[in-house]
């Protein structure tokens, strides 16, 4: 939705989760270590949160290290629970949280990805390397308006073809953008620009 | 006059009523035995033990509206559902449910006509009406229907080969093709075919549920593949005709077979003379029992059973009751010609 | 869609047909919508097209309070709305690191088994009639109705009952509540046996299920099915067993898997997971505990800032929620529910290329599709 306003949330937003770093007495499994070796800076950050490993990846190395944790012996992530997304609208790194959460049928161990994402960013979808993430991907395209390079099937899934805007956006309005901006999405901003304009004066 | 015109009309009307009659009265009793195989009450509402749904039934499908699609062959869609009631209603000429009896003093038979190529009248009577399912699949111009007239066209024809093979050794059991000749025939050899030709039964009534698109070969109306396959567009009045036709054609098919099989009219074990105290009862209720038994039976394998899927259909056919029917037909004609 | 293919050149032009199933036909269980290629009966390629039903809740969630949740949880999977009450109290409960009394987690456990028969039952009973034989639809949804009326005892309610609270229940069970639910587990007992006697013998449902849609195990892992349709293709896997919530860990049951992984083995894997299901209940309601049913939840329910993600065995498969909260405010910052339907769905397409359209509803059936966790 990038002809949308930029929302200027009231109070201060949250600029993202605080991702704590594993305390000391908590060790990291094995396969933490290996992607380290396999993937040269293929995680910028570890953190440890109520039981549950998360690794920030960069953007650019989402596919390698997608395919190291599913084809490693330690790791065999080979379940991918869920792709997903946050939006943190004014974050310095970027806009976008997209998660993916990962299980093993063989260690039955989870871990967390996740990759911090600009807004006009593209990142390669991981549909190769687990078909499951197919949908999910869909959906998160959707909602926030993630591109996802190297999809399949690269298509709005829950709203309509023809839809305006991402609804999971935090600053996609709540009471839905009406028939106008369906119609006519220009003319929606003008109204809108000018309710805003009443309401202050 | 009187027995050329006025006893054939008399006889032709009370038939034709009875028959839809006792189509309507199906569709309630179909209703009530599934109910109660499923421990439910069916319907009650209209009437004691909702005795009259049927005439609800009716009035509800004649005020309804009629519509045709826009798209539709208009000629075809109209005539399709009559093509499909009427053979089904004009098969009951030759069927007879009973002797000849005294009535007023004069004697009746309890039969329209008793022509000499009965049989042969009903299987091609009764074959004309799968164009009305096909031609409405066709005039529909929807897609469910046409997939559904696919389906009944190549369903139709390959069960009327096995059927009209086990009619052949019926025939040759009773060396004639009059249905009333064939009840003699019964009588005279103290057997009903069923016994004589258990195999031949058994894939007359098969073919006899797949012929009239019954559960598990209900795969023309297959309502949750085909949203109700060839009458999906039909409504009020004409969609009534197919459901009539339906009813009518399985009441023909347990009439066929009660004549082929269950001896007809006759009472159990016909020549046993300690048994005669049983003549008192009209021969013609023992021709409604016999078939009132394949129609419950009818009802009751839709409420039991799954539904075959077309390719599984149609190797049932081809692959198991044709060769046996044939097999049957063979070792029907090596005995009849070694023993006589 | 592309445009169907026509081949020239033949005697007589064959071309595929386009073949719309949906949203509204009788047996897509809801608002799904498949547009099937079709070549004769023999389906070529489809495209499963959903949202039909979507309602924006993890938007809505976003705006509510983390209570007035519970309830709009419900409206997911509103066949087992208990189910997806517990998973999302529990993963609230995670982030809060709150301690649940014992006997709520008893509680618990009974709930999300009986709301697993139940939606077992429903899904029996639509799966057989997607097949044809109507009768055994019938007699699940008369032991579904004896399933609602004891949760209708429990917490009022008979499809959506908002039936948790974080940190526990709202209310305790009502006297005599699990003497009731014992007598259920006899009756229901004998039931599943006449649901076997009718379909898993029969000749024709061998016919119709037996090799139809069949997924290996890594395949199904691949797809991201999970549930009954992953376990059917013998990858034993179990939320309940592998992370154990509520009071899992202290249940004894066995995990069914399937071999062949088709619709045959997913239908024998969901009927001895009510026998299952019935020896938990069973083991659960004789030995509930005394005690408290909410454990010490502050007043104002503000987890702090984090994120996680917790999954727990829904009737349907894995139902993970993943709940970003920023610590300041009484509303989540992202709610996001894992629906095992969505992803079991997914599996469709694959599950339906080179079958019959008779076999496409059969497997929409065996997937156990709720249309309203897929859209949302």
């Not at chain 3, 709305?81 to 009394?101: D, F, H, I, Q, R």
Request: hydrophobic letters at 45%; a negative charge; glycine letters at 8%.
């Amino acid at each position: 939705m990038a002809d949308a306003p930029a929302h200027v949330p009231k109070a201060a937003a949250p600029t993202g989760p605080p991702d704590p770093p594993p305390p000391a007495d908590v060790t990291a499994p094995a396969f933490i270590a290996t992607l380290h070796a396999a993937v040269p800076g293929g995680v910028t950050h570890v953190s440890y949160w109520l039981g549950d490993w998360t690794l920030v990846v960069p953007a650019a190395l989402i596919l390698q290290v997608a395919q190291h944790l599913r084809d490693a012996a330690d790791a065999a992530f080979d379940f991918c629970s869920d792709v997903t997304a946050t939006d943190w609208p004014p974050r310095a790194e970027g806009r976008f949280d997209v998660v993916y959460c990962l299980y093993s049928t063989r260690h039955r161990h989870r871990v967390r990805l996740k990759v911090i994402l600009g807004e006009q960013q593209p990142l390669a979808s991981v549909t190769g390397v687990w078909p499951a993430a197919g949908w999910l991907e869909r959906e998160v395209y959707d909602m926030f308006g993630v591109g996802f390079t190297g999809h399949p099937d690269r298509r709005r899934i829950l709203m309509p073809e023809d839809w305006q805007g991402h609804p999971q956006r935090k600053d996609y309005p709540l009471e839905g953008p009406g028939e106008l901006l369906l119609e006519n999405p220009i003319e929606w901003l003008k109204l809108r620009q000018s309710r805003e304009q009443a309401d202050i004066e | 006059m009187i027995d050329t015109l006025v006893i054939p009309l008399l006889k032709i009307v009370i038939v034709l009523n009875a028959t839809l009659v006792s189509v309507t009265y199906m569709v309630l009793l179909e209703r009530k035995v599934i109910a109660w195989a499923q421990s439910r009450l069916g319907p009650m509402r209209v009437g004691p033990y909702g005795i009259l749904q049927p005439v609800a039934d009716a009035v509800k499908l004649m005020i309804k509206e009629d519509i045709t699609p826009v798209r539709a062959d208009r000629w075809v869609f109209t005539i399709a559902p009559i093509i499909s009631m009427v053979p089904a209603l004009i098969v009951y000429a030759v069927i007879p449910f009973g002797p000849e009896v005294k009535l007023f003093g004069r004697q009746v038979t309890l039969y329209i006509t008793d022509i000499n190529v009965g049989l042969l009248y009903i299987v091609s009577v009764a074959s004309v009406g799968v164009y009305g399912i096909i031609l409405a699949g066709y005039a529909s111009n929807s897609k469910y229907p046409l997939l559904a007239s696919l389906r009944a066209s190549a369903q139709l024809i390959s069960y009327e080969v096995a059927v009209t093979l086990t009619l052949v050794s019926v025939i040759m059991m009773a060396g004639s093709l009059s249905m009333v000749s064939i009840v003699r025939a019964q009588q005279s050899s103290h057997m009903w075919y069923a016994f004589v030709q258990p195999l031949a039964f058994l894939i007359f009534f098969i073919g006899g549920l797949a012929e009239t698109n019954r559960a598990p070969f209900d795969l023309p109306e297959a309502e949750q593949e085909l949203t109700g396959g060839f009458h999906t567009e039909y409504s009020g009045m004409r969609f009534a005709l197919f459901f009539l036709a339906e009813y009518a054609n399985m009441i023909v098919v347990s009439s066929v077979a009660t004549t082929l099989f269950l001896g007809g009219w006759l009472r159990p074990f016909p020549n046993v003379a300690f048994l005669s105290f049983l003549d008192f009862i009209p021969s013609w209720t023992w021709f409604l029992v016999k078939s009132f038994v394949f129609l419950y039976i009818f009802i009751w394998v839709r409420a039991t059973l799954p539904r075959y899927r077309y390719d599984q259909l149609m190797r049932l056919g081809w692959k198991v009751l044709i060769p046996l029917a044939i097999a049957n037909l063979v070792v029907t004609g090596i005995i009849k010609v070694m023993l006589l | 869609m592309d445009t169907p293919v026509i081949h020239h050149g033949a005697m007589f032009d064959t071309n595929e047909l386009v073949l719309n199933m949906g949203p509204q036909h009788p047996s897509t269980h809801g608002v799904l919508r498949v547009v099937l290629r079709l070549d004769g009966e023999k389906v070529v390629d489809a495209d499963v097209v959903i949202g039909y039903l979507h309602r924006g809740i993890e938007k809505l969630s976003e705006n509510r309070n983390w209570t007035q949740i519970i309830l709009l949880t419900d409206r997911m999977d509103y066949v087992a709305a208990a189910t997806n009450n517990v998973g999302y109290c529990e993963t609230v409960e995670k982030l809060m690191s709150l301690e649940v009394p014992r006997r709520a987690r008893y509680v618990r456990t009974i709930l999300c088994e009986l709301q697993r028969i139940a939606s077992h039952c429903l899904w029996v009973g639509t799966h057989a009639m997607d097949i044809g034989a109507m009768t055994v639809f019938l007699y699940a949804f008369r032991e579904r109705e004896l399933i609602l009326d004891l949760f209708e005892e429990m917490c009022g309610a008979r499809l959506t009952y908002n039936s948790m609270r974080i940190g526990g229940l709202p209310l305790d069970i009502p006297p005599g509540w699990d003497k009731k639910v014992l007598e259920f587990c006899t009756i229901m007992a004998t039931k599943i046996d006449e649901y076997e006697e009718l379909l898993t013998h029969n000749r024709i449902w061998l016919e119709r299920t037996k090799g139809i849609g069949v997924i290996d195990g890594p395949a199904a892992v691949a797809l991201g099915l999970s549930g009954p349709p992953l376990r059917g293709s013998g990858v034993p896997r179990d939320v309940r067993k592998d992370e154990p919530y509520a009071a899992y860990d202290e249940m004894e049951f066995d995990v069914p898997i399937g071999t062949a992984g088709d619709t045959y083995d997913r239908y024998l894997v969901r009927l001895e997971e009510f026998r299952q299901s019935l020896r938990v209940i069973r083991q659960a309601t004789e030995g509930i505990p005394e005690g408290p049913i909410v454990g010490k939840v502050p007043r104002l329910i503000k987890p702090p800032a984090g994120e996680t993600y917790h999954a727990i065995e829904s009737p349907k498969g894995e139902l993970g929620y993943f709940i970003v909260s920023d610590g300041k405010s009484t509303n989540p910052y992202r709610f996001r529910v894992r629906p095992p339907s969505f992803c079991n769905l997914q599996g469709l397409r694959t599950l339906i290329k080179g079958h019959l359209v008779a076999d496409v509803v059969a497997l929409i059936g065996s997937l156990d599709v709720v249309l309203g966790e897929v859209d949302r």
